[in-house]
């Protein structure tokens, strides 16, 4: 008599749980009063074989966690559990009953993961930071990409230097950026993409520009252009001028490479500026060459807040990036 009671408690189980939501057998369906979270510290506890680290686990209590489990049996009409002085095992109904749970939960996980990308591919707004250069250059492929994927997520892309990328980032203006590596806080991971080298830019009709293969050398002496000391690409450039013992005479100071640009294009003097910086319109009509005698790079890369999780969106662009920058 025993015996057909588990079985029959079983399959009330089997078809109130039903993945279908139908019942295979409708006259034996009884509906189960529980949480989901009751469901998860069966497993929990089946895993655990312990309820004092099941419920560590679950961030409840140890009688919080026996009282869920009592009223799931309850329920059920069976015992799951064998409590014993030394562990916790699976009743044979609980060993029936547990993958069946697990399967269940499954599905339901992955069911509302879709609905929430569903809902970030139907509407919303994705904030991001990007320094100018990064954005002219690679952003508008890596959008259009992306807006056929998420054609109702309005994107708002900050046209920021690089400290100003690291502040929006942390204070959660943006959910990540396209930036320098210009910040040591604990609170904000860097990830690397790629890196991106200085070289000299100048006019069309600088003798400079007729040089087949000019080095840092041939820029001594020249009254050079230059961002200032507080941006990002200026303290990058002196870290890689330091390694490759070059000394240069910066005789022009700007705030943004875009008015470096501007400064040479006037013709006051050549600069040293990133390669990606000059393959925007701002540097349609001049020249950039690699120098010879020691490689200065920049590092760009994505700068996020290390214990805040990307939307779906946000997530997919990131991956979109890297990938376009990986290709080049």
């Given at each position: 008599?025993?015996?057909?009671?588990?079985?029959?408690?079983?399959?009330?189980?089997?078809?109130?749980?039903?993945?279908?939501?139908?019942?295979?057998?409708?006259?034996?369906?009884?509906?189960?009063?529980?949480?989901?979270?009751?469901?998860?510290?069966?497993?929990?506890?089946?895993?655990?074989?312990?309820?004092?680290?099941?419920a560590d686990q679950l961030n409840l209590s140890q009688p919080a966690l026996s009282r869920r489990m009592q009223k799931l049996e309850a329920s059920i009409g069976t015992a799951l559990l064998e409590r014993t002085t030394r562990n916790v095992r699976?009743?044979?109904?609980?060993?029936?009953?547990?993958?069946?749970?697990?399967?269940?939960?499954?599905?339901?996980?992955?069911?509302?993961?879709?609905?929430?990308?569903?809902?970030?591919?139907?509407?919303?707004?994705?904030?991001?930071?990007?320094?100018?250069?990064?954005?002219?250059?690679?952003?508008?492929e890596v959008l259009e990409r992306f807006g056929q994927e998420f054609r109702n997520v309005r994107v708002r892309v900050l046209d920021l230097s690089a400290t100003e990328c690291a502040e929006a980032v942390r204070t959660g203006e943006a959910e990540f950026g396209i930036t320098l590596p210009v910040t040591s806080d604990g609170d904000l991971a860097f990830e690397p993409l790629i890196d991106d080298p200085y070289g000299l830019v100048c006019r069309q009709d600088d003798p400079l520009?007729?040089?087949?293969?000019?080095?840092?050398?041939?820029?001594?002496?020249?009254?050079?252009?230059?961002?200032?000391?507080?941006?990002?690409?200026?303290?990058?450039?002196?870290?890689?001028?330091?390694?490759?013992?070059?000394?240069?005479r910066w005789f022009y100071e700007v705030t943004?490479?875009?008015?470096?640009?501007?400064?040479?294009?006037?013709?006051?003097?050549?600069?040293?500026?990133?390669r990606l910086a000059c393959q925007g319109p701002d540097a349609r009509d001049l020249v950039w060459r690699p120098l010879r005698g020691g490689e200065v790079v920049r590092t760009i890369g994505v700068l996020r807040r290390a214990s805040a999780p990307l939307s779906v969106a946000a997530s997919r662009l990131m991956t979109l990036l890297a990938a376009a920058w990986v290709g080049r």
């Open positions: 008599m025993r015996e057909v009671r588990r079985r029959w408690s079983w399959r009330q189980v089997e078809d109130g749980f039903a993945t279908d939501g139908f019942s295979r057998n409708r006259k034996t369906m009884v509906p189960l009063n529980c949480e989901i979270t009751d469901l998860r510290a069966v497993i929990a506890v089946a895993d655990a074989k312990s309820f004092q680290r099941a699976l009743t044979p109904a609980g060993e029936e009953i547990v993958p069946l749970l697990r399967r269940l939960l499954e599905e339901l996980d992955t069911s509302l993961l879709g609905m929430l990308a569903l809902g970030e591919r139907q509407a919303g707004r994705l904030t991001i930071a990007s320094i100018p250069s990064a954005m002219v250059r690679f952003l508008p520009a007729a040089l087949a293969d000019p080095s840092w050398s041939d820029l001594v002496g020249r009254r050079l252009v230059t961002v200032h000391m507080g941006s990002g690409n200026r303290t990058a450039l002196e870290a890689g001028l330091a390694r490759a013992g070059v000394e240069l943004r490479l875009t008015s470096a640009l501007a400064l040479v294009q006037a013709g006051l003097g050549p600069s040293v500026l990133p």
